[in-house]
């Protein structure tokens, strides 16, 4: 379950009457809301990483919800996109639900329906937040090994035992497993399952 208290609720619409009825809904359930009137105005004010959401009209003069939602796929921004739209933009609300977009909601929508949309997608940026930032930390620790020490990782990754290893390597088992040692406090693992878990999440090249 999400904590409401730190999740913050975007609305981005050009309509200061959407804006404030979204504000109103969603800070009636606890949820903090920032209202802006521009997609640019969005993009100068969100820290990515941060939970929330975003609900967007996809209609609005200079950057459209699309440009915006676009923009948010090519700079790799996890937060969830709700789409409001009229009725003669649902085509636009369709490309966009191609493009990545968590939901999309015709006006008047219905207030219910939008809060569930938004729980929903608050959820769902939780667990995406805490695979990057698992993603981010074993990166760190990976750039913490030497080269050999990666070498070893990359055999103990593809299933290889210490005496293989240690025969490819031409070392010592008793080396291989000083460094297997190493590798497993640097990585912050307690078994060789959570070690190639770990190192899965991130890019890992040797050479």
């Known amino acids: 379950m999400v904590d409401k208290t ?3 609720i975007y ?6 009457a959407v804006r404030d009825a979204v504000s109103w809904l969603v800070q009636e359930v606890g ?7 521009s997609a640019q105005r969005f993009l100068d004010s969100y820290k990515p990483g941060e939970l929330g959401c975003l609900v967007l009209d996809i209609r609005m003069p200079g950057m459209s919800g699309l440009v915006l939602q676009d923009t948010l796929v090519q700079n790799a ?3 969830p996109v709700i789409i409001i739209t009229g009725h003669g933009d649902v085509p636009m609300a369709v490309k966009a639900m191609k493009m990545g977009a968590f939901d999309f909601l015709q006006k008047p929508f219905n207030d219910q329906e939008l809060l569930d949309s938004i729980l929903n997608a608050l959820n769902v940026h939780k667990q995406v937040l805490f695979k990057e930032r698992k993603m981010k930390q074993a990166s760190r620790n990976i750039s913490t090994l030497t080269r050999r020490e990666l070498e070893v990782l990359e055999l103990l990754r593809a299933g290889n035992s210490n005496k293989k290893i240690a025969t490819q390597l031409k070392i010592s ?4 497993e000083g460094h297997r040692a190493k590798i497993m406090g640097k990585m912050q693992a ?3 399952a959570q070690l190639v878990e770990s190192a899965s999440q991130t890019e890992l090249a040797v050479g």
């Open 6 to 8: 730190e999740a913050t």
């Open 11 to 16: 609305i981005v619409d050009d309509n200061a």
């Open 31 to 37: 949820l903090k809301a920032i209202a802006l009137d």
């Open 77 to 79: 921004i996890s937060i």
């Open 173 to 176: 088992v008793r080396t291989v």
């Open 190 to 192: 307690n078994s060789v």
